[in-house]
């Protein structure tokens, strides 16, 4: 740069501008370096036992986690041996109910059933007797024609084919001269007496004879009747 001067000299004045001086930087960051790896040795070791003791709770701990859960798999089996148990005596419980429930059923069906056989036999011993009835004197009739050497011929065909059919039907006759005296069963017309042959009253003669539908008796025999002495 040139400067004029008063007395009209140029004169050559050099300016110097002045730098300021950098920062080693360099060097601080090898100085950061160096203490870095000037690291003193006893805070590793110092760290390794924190490590270790870190470790050895650990495993404690995962012990202690390993015997609580074997605890709790033996408290499970246990308790579900328990249950089980339990549901075996309610399996049990039940069973024995339902099987008293089946016997009482079906010892009430077998009660129905006698009931029911009973009730259909009664029924048509009564429609047997109602139809029946009538005809006892009938045969009454055919009785005391067959007495007097009555029935012959045609009329013996009808009267023994009629007293085949009510038989097959369930009517029976009874009362013989000798049968003991059965107030149910016998009507007595008469007594005739003593008889030294009978130990108790006896049927000495026959007027008519009864018939009887299964145990019911439709008419009662009219009889004679003997004491003993």
Same mark, same amino acid.
């Given at each position: 740069?040139?400067?004029?001067?008063?007395?009209?000299?140029?004169?050559? *004045?050099?300016?110097?501008?002045?730098? !300021?001086?950098?920062?080693?930087?360099?060097?601080?960051?090898?100085?950061?370096?160096? %203490?870095?790896?000037?690291?003193?040795?006893?805070?590793?070791?110092?760290?390794?036992? %924190? !490590?270790?003791?870190? !470790?050895?709770?650990?495993?404690?701990?995962?012990? !202690?986690?390993?015997? %609580?859960?074997?605890?709790?798999?033996? #408290?499970?089996?246990?308790?579900?041996?328990?249950?089980?148990?339990? %549901?075996?005596?309610?399996?049990?419980?039940r069973v024995a109910e339902l099987t008293t429930d089946l016997q009482r059923l079906q010892a009430e069906y077998i009660n129905y059933k006698k009931r029911v056989d009973r009730d259909r036999e009664l029924v048509s011993q009564n429609a047997t007797y109602k139809v029946l009835t009538? #005809?006892?004197? *009938?045969?009454?009739?055919?009785?005391?024609?067959?007495?007097?050497?009555? *029935?012959?011929?045609?009329?013996?065909?009808?009267?023994?084919?009629?007293?085949? #059919?009510?038989?097959?039907?369930?009517?029976?006759?009874?009362?013989?001269?000798?049968?003991?005296?059965?107030?149910?069963?016998?009507?007595?017309?008469?007594?005739?007496?003593?008889?030294?042959? *009978?130990?108790?009253?006896?049927?000495?003669?026959?007027?008519?004879?009864?018939?009887? #539908?299964?145990?019911?008796?439709?008419?009662?025999?009219?009889?004679?009747?003997?004491?003993?002495?």
């Amino acid at each position: 740069m040139t400067k004029r001067r008063p007395g009209g000299a140029d004169e050559a *004045v050099e300016e110097t501008t002045s730098e !300021a001086p950098q920062p080693e930087t360099d060097h601080i960051e090898e100085s950061t370096e160096d %203490a870095e790896v000037d690291a003193p040795e006893g805070d590793t070791s110092d760290s390794d036992d %924190a !490590a270790e003791e870190e !470790a050895s709770v650990e495993e404690a701990e995962d012990e !202690a986690d390993e015997e %609580a859960v074997e605890e709790d798999v033996v #408290i499970e089996d246990d308790s579900e041996l328990d249950f089980m148990g339990d %549901a075996a005596d309610e399996v049990d419980k039940r069973v024995a109910e339902l099987t008293t429930d089946l016997q009482r059923l079906q010892a009430e069906y077998i009660n129905y059933k006698k009931r029911v056989d009973r009730d259909r036999e009664l029924v048509s011993q009564n429609a047997t007797y109602k139809v029946l009835t009538p #005809i006892v004197e *009938v045969l009454d009739t055919i009785d005391r024609a067959r007495e007097h050497g009555e *029935v012959e011929g045609g009329f013996k065909a009808v009267a023994d084919q009629l007293e085949k #059919i009510v038989t097959n039907l369930g009517l029976k006759k009874f009362g013989e001269p000798g049968d003991v005296f059965d107030p149910n069963r016998h009507e007595a017309l008469s007594h005739m007496g003593t008889d030294p042959e *009978v130990e108790e009253t006896s049927v000495k003669l026959v007027a008519k004879a009864g018939y009887t #539908i299964g145990d019911r008796v439709v008419r009662a025999a009219q009889v004679l009747v003997v004491d003993p002495e």
